[in-house]
């Protein structure tokens, strides 16, 4: 009889399942690191976001519905950083995402003001 590569539970052969690496697998510890492997995925495109804020603030200077936009992200990264502490697994970089989305929608609120003084 096999067992699982993760977790050593005992598994049929017609049940047994491999996952990415080659690892002989159980049905709950292959879906534990799909699931893992997708927060991991969407983690990594949270932190993009919440840097490209920055960017979205510099480029309202150039086009001002930008700077629209970037209060939009802060809102988006303020909310995924509070859902994350809500699940219970808080983010390591939450203080510095939330830090760079807060400059860029500054930046985006400062392309407005000079749009109207101007």
Known sequence: MATCGTCGTA???GKALYDETGMLSCDRCLTLGQVRAGHARSNTNARAIAYGN????????????????????????VG????SEAQGAPLPDAGSRIFVAVIGAML??????LRLVM
């Open 11 to 13: 598994l049929d052969p």
């Open 54 to 77: 920055l960017v979205l603030g510099a480029g309202s200077f150039f086009f001002t519905p930008l700077s629209i936009a970037t209060f939009g992200v802060l809102a988006f990264v």
């Open 80 to 83: 995924n950083v509070r859902s």
């Open 108 to 113: 985006g609120a400062a392309s407005l003001v």
